[in-house]
């Protein structure tokens, strides 16, 4: 399983890109960046789209997205729950600003819209997906992904706040791909929107440890660039103190499972 990190951040800028995460090149979670870090050729490989939930830095590329594949007479899947999914019609529905991709053409429409429920497995394009809910400050879903042809495990958390032991029991990740956003000076603040801070994180993961007794690799994103020197430091603490390997994510980055 070959997963690229597409988008780091939660905000962009020429160095930074908002979160989006791509596995073996088809299948995309969320749509930070999938337009603005890809080739119109790579774009074309891509056969499903999950989306965790529905604030804009997470669909912001599904109308370029599926202007792209519009164009050129082709349909991907996004697979999200019916929050989100009705955001992002929200997002398309009026017709001025983007055309009605979830609609058009008629006969085949560039988006074919996929509604989840949380803990129901499903397949996708050769991979278990299972989603999850999560906290967040809105209705939000991670998912758990298995490659059946090579089963390895990945578990994407999206935007999440704290109270994850009670989703813990649900998966059991080879890789932790997790969101921290905040670092510990805003850590109170954190918590109250729905996200999380390293010393949060600490705390998730030894509960991860103690109900499943092992920690998985973890990746951070959804970095906020303007504390991300301190995220970096206090993670390396995080690490050092668990024993365990938690890597900040960053453009471009690479990850063989």
């Not at 596995?23 to 995309?28: K, P, R, T, Y």
């Amino acid at each position: 399983m070959k997963i690229k990190i597409l988008g780091a951040h939660n905000s962009e800028s020429t160095r930074t890109k908002q979160t989006a995460i791509l596995i073996d090149d088809v299948l995309a979670l969320d749509a930070g960046a999938l337009t603005s870090t890809l080739s119109f050729r790579a774009q074309m490989k891509i056969k499903a789209v999950l989306l965790t939930h529905g604030h804009y830095d997470h669909i912001r590329d599904v109308p370029a997205l599926a202007m792209n594949f519009f164009l050129r007479n082709r349909s991907f899947s996004i697979y999200t729950h019916r929050a989100a999914g009705d955001n992002l019609i929200q997002f398309l529905s009026n017709g001025d600003i983007y055309p009605r991709f979830h609609e058009r053409p008629e006969e085949n429409p560039t988006i074919r819209m996929k509604i989840l429920e949380p803990l129901q497995q499903v397949s996708v394009e050769g991979y278990s997906v299972m989603p999850v809910a999560v906290n967040h400050s809105i209705p939000a879903m991670g998912y758990q992904i298995i490659s059946t042809s090579e089963q390895k495990t990945v578990f994407y958390t999206g935007d999440t706040g704290t109270s994850l032991s009670a989703i813990w029991q649900y998966v059991k990740p080879d890789l932790l791909i997790i969101e921290v956003t905040a670092s510990n000076q805003w850590a109170e603040y954190a918590a109250k929107v729905g996200h999380l801070a390293p010393v949060l994180l600490e705390q998730e993961l030894l509960n991860f440890r103690e109900i499943k007794g092992y920690l998985p690799e973890v990746i951070a994103v959804h970095l906020n660039p303007l504390n991300e020197k301190d995220l970096i430091k206090e993670l390396a603490a995080v690490a050092q103190t668990l024993g365990t390997r938690i890597t900040p994510a960053h453009e471009g980055m690479v990850i063989n499972l």
